[in-house]
């Protein structure tokens, strides 16, 4: 299962948006350099009101160029880096991979997947109804959650649009993807 690389992003202070970059460079245990989420503990404001010294298990935000041709159809333009990803691919079906997958990004970089995006009500203040095209409802009632997926850093290393995704499948059996 292989995909690319097509743009990545960041920001160091809170912002729902992230500007695109040339390049971020992944840091192993931490997340992206420079970026508000990177640390050991948990970054996003909610969580770390909750508790903050609960492990950050999303240091990497990864959301699938495909999600935007969708939402287009359904009148939204959204472009990679609008909903606060990190990093955004194409041609690798991100939300069928299961817990523990490594992403090989690049030469280098590694991220382990940990879990679903769970989009907050922040995502209808930037477009307005943008909130029940990333989460709905399957036919058996389920929540599928489409607004991407989150990892940690095992091994650092430089990321740039172009860059090949290679997926490294655990172990079987496999758990599914839920929400962090």
């Not at 109804?129 to 607004?147: F, I």
């Amino acid at each position: 299962m292989n995909g690319t690389v097509t743009a990545v992003s960041s920001d160091g202070v809170y912002s729902f948006t992230k500007p695109n970059r040339d390049s971020v460079t992944l840091l192993a245990g931490l997340g992206v350099e420079g970026d508000i989420h990177s640390g050991v503990t948990v970054k996003h404001r909610s969580r770390v009101a909750q508790d903050p010294t609960q492990p950050n298990l999303r240091q990497v935000h990864l959301i699938h160029q495909e999600l935007f041709a969708e939402l287009r159809d359904a009148g939204f333009e959204v472009s990679p880096g609008d909903l606060g990803e990190n990093i955004t691919t194409s041609g690798i079906g991100l939300l069928s991979l299961p817990v523990g997958t490594l992403l090989h990004l690049g030469d280098e970089a590694v991220v382990e997947v940990t879990g679903l995006r769970n989009p907050c009500l922040q995502i209808d203040n930037f477009q307005d109804g943008l909130l029940k095209q990333v989460v709905g409802r399957a036919d058996d009632g389920t929540v599928v959650r489409k607004a991407g997926i989150m990892g940690v850093v095992t091994t650092g290393g430089v990321v740039r649009p172009g860059d090949l995704v290679k997926a490294e499948l655990p172990a079987e059996p496999h758990r599914p993807l839920d929400r962090v």
